[in-house]
């Protein structure tokens, strides 16, 4: 079965908050949506991140004037 669509689309402004690597962001029609996932290391990094210290709490990394 061949199936033609006809679309005309205008967007005046779209906003995208977050997009992740396994989103999907479509305007318009698409018969089949292929997955590709294409990951690079542009940093040539050989080894995982260290860890993450605890968060501080914000006041304590300032000093607050005494009057």
């Known amino acids: 079965m061949n199936l033609h669509v006809n679309q005309t689309i205008i967007i005046h402004n779209i906003r995208i908050n977050s997009i992740g690597n396994s989103s999907v962001f479509q305007i318009g029609s698409a018969g089949i949506i292929k997955p590709l996932s294409q990951l690079y290391?542009?940093?040539?990094?050989?080894?995982?991140?260290?860890?993450?210290?605890?968060?501080?709490?914000?006041?304590?990394?300032?000093?607050?004037?005494?009057?």
Do not use: D, M
Request: proline share 26%.
């Open 41 to 67: 290391n542009t940093g040539g990094f050989t080894e995982p991140v260290p860890e993450l210290r605890p968060p501080q709490a914000p006041w304590s990394q300032f000093p607050h004037p005494t009057y």
